[in-house]
């Protein structure tokens, strides 16, 4: 069982906290998806040949920026050159100003059978601090839309933590997922990212700075909510009714290899890690050349163990007292359990069926947890 993650590096215009890999000149559009198909062919062996792929995610970018064309052509090389399960979950990523009716026709004849919806607040005055280029009126219209076409299966993005964003008007945005009756909810605060428009404009002071005390609370919130409306919290970062939690992400974080296509698209395959070039023209140019533009690193034990701490705590899982002991060893598990001590003494951490799992105040420093347990 393997995932396919496919990255596509254009937007309409950029967020002002985003630092993903996109362009938003779109003149070398047709010319990608060429590239993308090529190098789905050069990719057919990385997963191994019988492998069943059971997810496929559409990210980016704006994956919703392809036309119906272009992502007729993508899946017709997909399922020549790949063994997909199926009932594969096929999911992607549409920002709600592409959500035509048309467009969702054509999403709903084609293989996709999931949306995640960015739609990041409902309110016009975070959308415009986010420089998002949708309205607050698109952001509802693209989910009853989306409905109305047939898609069940549908997840949206909200950001909490924005300046200005009070918890009156957080729990307002989150009544609205439960009003739409939205099956999955993925949530972030807003981070300052290095090299951002957000960055530049609050070092300017035009806009004020993150308060983390806010964002605190606003995560409280959104743990408190999501669990009264029946969602499981199975990812810090991740919500979902039962039967509609994420099957690609969940694959990731139970360590099962994928392949990453298009530029800056990460693979993982058990052993090693690779990520293309997070340029679309040498994307373009290597591929023309039959080369995969990648960097590779094989893993170390220490590298393994580490990732799977940062990962492993963020779900609801947690970590396995048994996988440390039996892929990493006892002296592993005896330096975890110690440091695991000082944070169950304080309640941040709780011990269920031999798995490490956090609290929902250890949730609140997740990351300074992990990095404590680090090698
Ligand atoms: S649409 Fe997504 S990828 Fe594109 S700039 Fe905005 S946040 Fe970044």
Redesign the pocket.
């Known amino acids: 069982m393997a995932g396919v993650y496919i990255h596509i590096p254009f937007?309409k215009?950029?967020?002002s906290y985003?630092d993903?890999h996109?362009s938003t000149s779109l003149k070398s559009k047709e010319a990608f998806v060429s590239s993308l198909i090529h190098e789905i062919e050069l990719q057919i062996n990385y997963l191994g040949k019988d492998t069943i792929i059971q997810t496929i995610y559409f990210g980016?970018?704006?994956p919703s920026i392809l036309s119906a064309a272009e992502l007729d052509k993508i899946f017709k090389t997909l399922y020549k050159n790949f063994n997909i399960s199926n009932n594969a979950e096929i999911t992607l990523e549409a920002?709600p100003d592409d959500l035509s009716s048309e467009k969702l026709q054509q999403l709903k004849q084609s293989p996709v059978n999931r949306l995640s919806i960015?739609i990041q607040s409902f309110f016009e005055d975070d959308l415009k601090l986010m420089n998002?280029?949708h309205s607050a009126v698109q952001a509802e219209k693209c989910i009853i839309k989306s409905q109305d076409a047939g898609f069940e299966n549908i997840t949206i993005d909200l950001i909490y933590g924005t300046p200005g964003l009070t918890n009156t008007n957080w729990k307002k945005n989150l009544a609205k997922v439960f009003s739409y009756g939205i099956p999955h909810l993925s949530s972030y605060s807003l981070t300052v990212e290095e090299k951002t428009p957000l960055e530049s404009h609050i070092k300017k002071g035009k806009i004020k700075p993150v308060d983390e005390h806010q964002s605190a609370e606003q995560f409280l919130i959104l743990m408190e909510e999501t669990t009264k409306h029946g969602f499981e919290q199975y990812e810090i970062s991740n919500f979902g009714k039962p039967g509609f939690h994420s099957q690609h992400n969940s694959n990731y974080w139970k360590g099962i290899k994928y392949l990453g296509l298009g530029p800056s698209a990460h693979s993982f395959d058990g052993n090693s890690r690779q990520w293309n070039v997070a340029n679309n023209f040498r994307y373009i140019q290597s591929i023309s050349e039959n080369t995969i533009p990648a960097e590779k690193e094989i893993l170390t034990t220490e590298q393994k163990f580490n990732e799977y701490m940062m990962i492993g705590l963020r779900t609801s899982t947690g970590i396995s007292l048994e996988k440390v002991q039996t892929a990493f060893g006892e002296d592993y598990l005896n330096k975890l359990l110690a440091e695991a001590k000082n944070y169950m003494d304080c309640s941040k951490i709780t011990l269920k069926s031999n798995h490490l799992v956090l609290t929902n105040s250890g949730k609140l420093i997740a990351d300074r947890i992990s990095s404590d347990f680090f090698v």
Do not use: E, S, V, Y
């Open positions: 937007c215009q950029t967020c985003c993903f996109f980016g970018g704006t920002n960015g998002r280029a």
